[in-house]
């Protein structure tokens, strides 16, 4: 049988509409919501943050919103374009005392489809 | 700039041999760390340093190995690999107290161990 987890929810968006890729946390102690992208073959790329005081923060064409009553993150792309396929993750930065401890989701494709 | 190079980029390795993946860094940072990524399961931590002599481990860290002798150099060592190792390894660093959640990541180093 299929096992759990070896494929990724993939999100399929026209060339030109705006994307928004969804996110729970676990974590109510985390410093950072952090954004990467990874490309086909490559290490991920840092794309926006998050402090966990603050609700939104808009980037070039990203905009990253924080939900802390329900745990929630997402991350709105405007105007997706081809080079916008990749897969995202968000993950937690919590630095207690000071020491980084940064935690993965398990991602999520983006297929622009041109 | 450089950034974050890992070496080597494939190897293939029996069960029982050991190995070690290199991870320089050329951004003078304190932090740096390793991860493992498998299929739909996003990035998972192994090991981390906050700094020359000092490392801590992550969420997976048995079967591995790390010292920090260096600020620039965070090798990770396979003392008797196993086929359960078989990933696609990734190093990270960033500045120690960063007031941001981002991470410099390496291009990976995939590991197949038969």
């Known amino acids: 049988g299929e096992s759990v987890g070896l494929h990724l929810p993939t999100l399929s968006v026209q060339e030109g509409d705006n994307s928004i890729i969804n996110c729970a946390y676990s974590n109510s102690a985390s410093d950072y919501f952090i954004w990467y992208k990874q490309e086909s073959g490559k290490g991920p790329q840092f794309i926006i943050d998050?402090?966990?005081?603050?609700d939104k923060r808009q980037g070039q064409r990203v905009t990253v919103l924080l939900n802390k009553t329900v745990k929630h993150l997402s991350l709105q792309i405007a105007a997706t374009q081809p080079g916008d396929s990749a897969v995202y993750f968000c993950a937690e930065n919590h630095q207690p005392g000071g020491y980084q401890k940064v935690t993965f989701g398990t991602g999520t494709k983006l297929q622009v489809i041109p | 700039n450089a950034g974050v190079t890992q070496t080597p980029k494939f190897q293939v390795l029996k069960t029982g041999q050991s190995m070690t993946l290199q991870c320089a860094q050329d951004m003078n940072h304190e932090y740096m760390s390793w991860y493992r990524q498998d299929p739909g399961m996003g990035l998972r931590l192994i090991h981390y340093s906050v700094g020359a002599g000092i490392t801590d481990q992550g969420e997976v860290p048995n079967g591995y190995n790390v010292s920090r002798s260096t600020t620039e150099d965070f090798p990770l060592r396979l003392l008797s690999a196993a086929p359960s190792q078989t990933s696609v390894y990734f190093c990270?660093?960033?500045?120690?107290?960063?007031?941001?959640?981002?991470?410099?990541f390496g291009e990976g180093s995939r590991l197949t161990v038969l």
């Open positions: 990270a660093s960033s500045y120690y107290l960063l007031d941001t959640g981002e991470l410099f």
């Open positions: 998050i402090r966990s005081n603050m």
